[in-house]
């Protein structure tokens, strides 16, 4: 007898002991049901009351944890998440799902590089696998690392039917910014017809007509022609840069001619030459018939997101039969688009000057121009805006001068196949010395407005053009004083 009580009284302690444990295992596991619950409801509130009480007796419990780091990300508390994540990674360094919640809070945090990090470490029987490679697409995308993002994009479009329109988008944006434009077209034409937003595929669309109408000009072979009539109320007595004018008005026939062809040399690198003619008969005024012959020879090489060109002009003009000026140019050119709308250029150009008929003028002159392209999409057009800074200098003291120069305009769609651009400009010019014959110091201030509207119904090759033109010149000395009105009208072709 003595035995059996001893025995009783063992399993009786026993009992003690087991009865409150399992009730304390049900109460954190109801505490971690009812935050779970709440979770997935959008109670995050409630979601982390339950997470809280059960974490204060199961501090070790790797989802309990997790859970809690979802319940922040929800609310963006992200300091808060990543202490929490980070403490269900130490409880258990592989638990499912977790590196995507990871990546998801380092996006959010703008911590692309560990946010890629993160979905590239989710495995493939993961069920967010495909997710993942997307979103670190994003990440580097993100990160402007368009050729890594490129490689993730296409690998969730090939898992995921769901996610390939968006990641043939993206993949569009990758391959455009890589100059692959081909690659990029084929993207943005399969967004375009599959893309689960409107937004989308009007985006999609707008970047592939882009791509089109970037292709089309840069054709091998490009070829532009203009033919009009022009009324002229202030004729120039000279071609390039005239501050001489006849004051008299006449008519007269205008003809323009350019024409390019660029040979790509291997990848990147292009080389290519062109020719420009222009040319005006005065109907009163042949005297001062303008003829412009302008050559070119240039180099082109394209490192995304810039575009380095050298070019060199050697151009000659003309007044009536008689020689007026031989120019030497050289023109280095940087553009970078740095952003999916927004592209800048600076050039230099150098010019060696010759005037036949003025040898005072000969010499030296050094421009830096730096411009702004801001595409504007539901205008079908961009903006633009830009400065410059010339300093010539030349054979007699007269002539050394140096300008300042603002210019702003848009270019806009209007209606189908017309178009109209808007520009304005503003020269600043300052001589360096005291004029020999005026005995003062010139300073000028010159002022010009140009509307061009044109109309391409004929599959944009073929299409018709009205100009005005309009410039006034503010100058200390009365005689350079000017102001200058012209009109004309052209019908244009294009190949």
Known sequence: MEGIRKWAWVLMLIGAVMIPAAGSAKTIAGHYDLGVFAFQAGDYAGAEQHLRKALTTAPDDAYVHYYLGKTCLKQDRLADAEGFFEAARRLSPEMPGLAYDMGTLYQKKADYNQAAAEFESVPPEDPSHALALYHAGTSYFSLEQYDKALNFFLQSGNLSASIKPSASYYAGICHYQLSQFDQALVRFDEAAETAATESMRTDARRWAADIRARRDMEKPLRLYARAGYLYDNNVGLAPVDSDKFSE?????????????????????????????????????????????????????????????????????????????????????????????????????????????????????????????????????????????????????????????????????GLLKAMRLNLSGEYNDKEYDHTDSFYQKTREDSR???????????FDNWLGVAAEYTYNWNNSNIEDYDYERNTTAVFVTAEF
Not at 447 to 457: E, F, H, I, K, Q
Request: charged letters at 20%; one cysteine or more.
């Open 248 to 412: 008299k008005g006449d008519q007269a026939t205008a003809l323009f001619f350019s024409g390019q062809y660029t040979l790509p040399v291997s990848g990147p690198l292009d080389i290519g030459a062109g020719y420009s003619h222009y040319q005006t008969f005065y109907r009163d005024m042949g005297d001062y018939d303008l003829t412009g012959a302008i050559p070119e020879v240039f180099t082109r090489y394209r490192l995304s997101p810039f575009t380095f060109r050298l070019a060199y002009a050697p151009s000659y003009y003309w007044v009536a039969d008689d020689s007026y000026l031989m120019q030497h140019q050289v023109r280095p050119e940087i553009r970078w688009q740095f952003t999916d709308s927004d592209e800048a250029a600076i050039s230099y150009n150098y010019s060696r000057n010759h005037y036949f008929t003025d040898d005072r003028r000969d010499g030296h002159a050094n421009e830096v121009n730096l411009d702004w392209f801001h595409q504007v999409k539901p205008i079908s057009g961009f903006l633009y805006c830009g400065a410059g800074y010339e300093d010539n200098s030349a054979t007699h003291s007269d002539e050394y001068f140096t300008e300042k120069t603002g210019r702003v305009g848009v270019n806009a």
């Open 447 to 457: 002022y010009g407005v140009t509307a061009l509207l044109s109309w391409n119904p």
